[in-house]
RNA sequence: GGUGGCGUGCGAGAGCGGCCCAAUCGGACAGCCUGCAAAGCUGUAAAAUCCCCGGUUCAAAUCCGGGCGCCACCUCCA
């Protein structure tokens, strides 16, 4: 089973199922205001590759994501722009959804919005307020943290002080510097909706606990993100499950960030690139590449060259593809057990991935296994082993949700001919025409590489 | 102020007590292969303080203590 770091316990330790043979998962999705960037490329990758690894090893993985379509951001930003939420909100999901595509991340198995779980929240709220562990201002609905025995778990410091580091601004009506909004009380102008306590609209925290206890249930078993949503996002729709009596998630996982020039990449920085921008510029593959050669908890430095480097990294398997003719694989999950693998790959490739999804390792195992592909094809043997390395090679990445490409589509009339005519010509050994022909197939987009005494095309 | 983390070749980035004179990828150079290429293989240089100092140990990049430097979280943030 996959030994994952829990935040909670601060350890790495085993999945532990609540239904054998089954994981329910839950990612906090984005909130749909602008275009993603490449921080949320990252986490999104990360989570991907992981429920891509627990679908490969036979288990039966239910993955809900939301999408936070009513919040202060939104708002704001259809104000600007004279439109409405809903419409600012639709657009960003579905440049999310473009991104998400072109990065072979698997749609979820549920995608809840936010505003469609209203009656959820409100019924939460009136449960909270009823058994006293929430109170009411005039401007809405709070928390009060201190009902709540362990409250400050996953920030992983005590109580104290993160009162004394809470620079939230002070709000006379709550009890707590960290009391947090659970509703805010309608303003004029802003969507709101119906409720006992008031009209209003859900705080950010409120979602997610309402909509993954409803598709998951009670203590479902692995609940993800990035580390900066581990305070107080986190701890908060935790704070509110706990305040109502149920058992929350079980296990809490949480992903570095991306990193330019030492530094956390970040709107206020303005050291962010788009993500849509990113995919724009180069093979999706390769940012997911580059994710997988380093560890997830782990900041990773994503530039331009760290990007033409798994760029690189990814045409040498690409290559190795062409030369076996493999067929390409994914980008569905794949069943190791369904696979042909090479028995000893597999295995270490399992145990790299079970030790808290040690993906360089696993990686690093695979880039061996192309040499040996290569080299054993060199040496003559390119229907027996190589073929069955190669082919392991490219189950398995594409369990990690890379799909190879052979670039051995259609090659038109045209090129063919000029392909034949170059093989006549370097059967005649007259070089200056072949090489001119070769030039000439290579503008035509071609990759041209003589194999076997014939030239081979491919793009 | 508190909490967590990090510091490994030219770049990225593993390793977390012996198998490390430090994986893997990218880059450089050379050889083999090729008519020449491309692809591929092999090898070489690159970390002689694995930030520094001290300690534990038969054994430390890995553990402990102390420095120095950097980052993040404690506020919307993946």
Not at 28 to 47: A, E, F, K, N, S
Not at 53 to 73: E, K, M, P, R, Y
Not at 393 to 410: D, P
């Amino acid at each position: 089973m996959l030994r994952l770091h829990d935040t909670m316990t601060n350890t790495v330790r085993p999945l532990a199922l609540r239904d054998e043979g089954k994981v329910s998962m839950y990612a906090c999705g984005p909130t749909v205001y602008d275009l993603p960037h490449i921080g949320h490329g990252r986490y999104v990758l990360v989570w991907d590759v992981v429920r891509r690894f627990l679908i490969s090893q036979g288990l039966a993985v239910t993955f809900v994501s939301n999408i936070t379509d009513i919040d202060d951001h939104i708002i704001e930003r259809a104000a600007e722009h004279g439109r409405t939420e809903q419409d600012v909100a639709q657009e960003f999901e579905h440049a999310w959804f473009s991104a998400m595509d072109l990065l072979s991340v698997l749609r979820p198995d549920a995608v809840p919005h936010a505003t469609a779980f209203i009656p959820g929240m409100v019924a939460l709220l009136e449960r909270l307020l009823a058994s006293g562990v929430a109170y009411q201002t005039s401007d809405g609905v709070y928390l009060d943290t201190s009902k709540i025995a362990d409250y400050g778990v996953l920030a992983g410091q005590p109580l104290d002080q993160l009162r004394a580091g809470a620079r939230i601004e002070t709000h006379p009506e709550k009890r707590s510097p960290l009391d947090f909004a659970l509703w805010k009380a309608a303003k004029a102008g802003e969507p709101s909706w119906d409720a006992p306590f008031g009209a209003g609209r859900p705080g950010w925290h409120t979602e997610c606990v309402v909509m993954s206890l409803d598709l998951l249930g009670e203590g479902f078993d692995l609940h993800v993100g990035g580390q900066d949503l581990k305070f107080p996002h986190h701890e908060n729709e935790r704070a509110q499950a706990v305040g109502d009596g149920r058992v929350f998630a079980t296990h809490w996982a949480h992903s570095g960030w991306v990193v330019v020039d030492g530094e956390k990449m970040s709107k206020s920085l303005k050291n962010f690139t788009s993500l849509t921008d990113l995919l724009a510029r180069c093979d999706a593959r390769a940012y997911r590449l580059l994710c997988l050669q380093s560890h997830y908890r782990a900041p990773v430095e994503v530039t331009p060259e760290t990007i033409a480097q798994a760029e690189a990294a990814l045409q040498r398997l690409d290559n190795l593809a062409r030369r076996f003719r493999l067929a390409p694989i994914g980008p569905q999950p794949v069943v190791l057990s369904d696979a042909e693998v090479d028995p000893e790959l597999l295995q270490t490739f399992v145990e790299a991935m079970e030790n808290d999804l040690d993906t360089p390792r696993a990686f690093a195992n695979l880039a061996l296994a192309v040499s040996a592909a290569n080299a054993s094809a060199d040496a003559g043997d390119e229907e027996a082993a190589g073929r069955g390395l190669a082919q392991s090679v490219a189950v398995l990445l594409a369990a990690l949700g890379i799909t190879l490409r052979s670039g051995l589509g259609e090659v038109d009339a045209t090129a063919q001919d000029l392909a034949r005519s170059r093989d006549e010509a370097r059967a005649r050994k007259d070089w200056a025409t072949a090489d001119r022909m070769r030039a000439e197939l290579e503008a035509l987009g071609y990759t041209v590489e003589d194999r076997n005494g014939e030239t081979s095309l491919s793009r």
